[in-house]
């Protein structure tokens, strides 16, 4: 896991992690981390693989909980969605979709003309009223 930083703060790490499945059902049980994503603490979740393949981790720490959801959309294409409650009411929510690239893979020609200049200018309503 890694992401950027403006400051010169060092943000790599390690961590253990251990799935282990439940011996009556197989598709959930308990999910261990050495260090938690939310607090750098030891954690203790639950995991559960879905009908479609999805894995579901669900994480309880002392200040938030977390539910994450990860899949493949295709063999190149991973979804990843993430609720996170924090105890108070603040909650966030996260999706993401990451493609592998070969490495044969040639650079896209990307067109940069504003999309506005290519179509012809239409009203939109929403149900919400934007």
Same mark, same amino acid.
């Given at each position: 896991?890694?992401? @950027? %930083?403006? !400051? !010169? =703060? +060092?943000?790599?790490?390690?961590?253990?992690?251990?799935?282990?499945?439940?011996?009556?059902?197989?598709?959930?049980?308990?999910?261990?981390?050495? %260090?938690?994503?939310?607090?750098?603490?030891?954690?203790?979740?639950?995991?559960?693989? @879905? $009908?479609?393949?999805?894995?579901?981790?669900?994480? =309880?720490?002392?200040?938030?909980?977390?539910?994450? %959801? *990860?899949? *493949? #959309?295709?063999?190149?294409?991973?979804? %990843?969605?993430?609720?996170?409650?924090?105890?108070?009411?603040?909650?966030?929510?996260?999706?993401?979709?990451? +493609?592998?690239?070969?490495?044969? #893979?040639?650079?896209?020609?990307? !067109? $940069?003309?504003?999309? #506005?200049?290519?179509?012809?200018?239409?009203? *939109?309503?929403?149900?919400?009223?934007?």
């Amino acid at each position: 896991m890694q992401w @950027d %930083r403006e !400051d !010169d =703060e +060092n943000h790599a790490g390690s961590t253990v992690f251990a799935i282990v499945p439940d011996a009556d059902d197989p598709t959930k049980g308990k999910m261990l981390r050495e %260090r938690g994503y939310a607090e750098i603490v030891p954690v203790a979740g639950q995991f559960e693989m @879905d $009908t479609e393949g999805g894995l579901t981790l669900i994480t =309880e720490y002392e200040t938030m909980s977390s539910i994450e %959801r *990860f899949w *493949f #959309a295709s063999p190149d294409v991973r979804m %990843r969605t993430s609720t996170v409650k924090r105890f108070g009411g603040f909650s966030t929510a996260t999706f993401c979709t990451e +493609n592998r690239l070969s490495a044969k #893979a040639e650079p896209l020609e990307v !067109d $940069t003309a504003p999309i #506005a200049s290519k179509t012809p200018s239409a009203k *939109f309503y929403s149900v919400f009223g934007w």
